[in-house]
């Protein structure tokens, strides 16, 4: 049984730096896209970044230059460093994995979900 748990969201200021994390069981995402996504209240989920099958990196453009993903597989963990938050930011975080080589930018391809986790950046 595949989880994905997130945690380290919270309330920033603009311009603060929050890294949140994704603990994975049940599954050996190295070998499979994995990504970051959030969802803004009325808003769509929108791709923030994530690891290609082939292991590279991808970011949205709202976040290129301010956020990194990176991993740490034998904790079976991948981080979502962000800096210069913006309230733009706002949302609640989601890991995803997949178990087949997808897309890492679309969403549907994504097999299993986290809970989500909520970052708010105050103006």
């Known amino acids: 049984q595949v989880q994905l748990v997130e945690s380290g969201g919270g309330l920033v200021q603009a311009g603060a730096s929050l890294r949140v994390s994704c603990a994975a069981s049940g599954h050996t995402f190295s070998n499979y896209p994995m990504g970051w996504f959030r969802q803004a209240p009325g808003k769509e989920r929108e791709f923030v970044a994530g690891f290609s099958n082939s292991g590279r990196t991808a970011y949205g453009g709202s976040v290129q230059g301010r956020f990194t993903i990176s991993r740490d597989n034998a904790k079976n963990t991948v981080y979502l460093q962000m800096n210069s938050l913006k309230p733009e930011d706002t949302a609640v975080y989601y890991c995803?994995?997949?178990?087949?080589?997808?897309?890492?930018?679309?969403?549907?391809?994504?097999?299993?979900w986290g809970q989500g986790t909520q970052v708010t950046v105050s103006s």
């Open positions: 995803a994995a997949q178990e087949k080589y997808g897309s890492v930018y679309r969403p549907e391809d994504y097999d299993y």
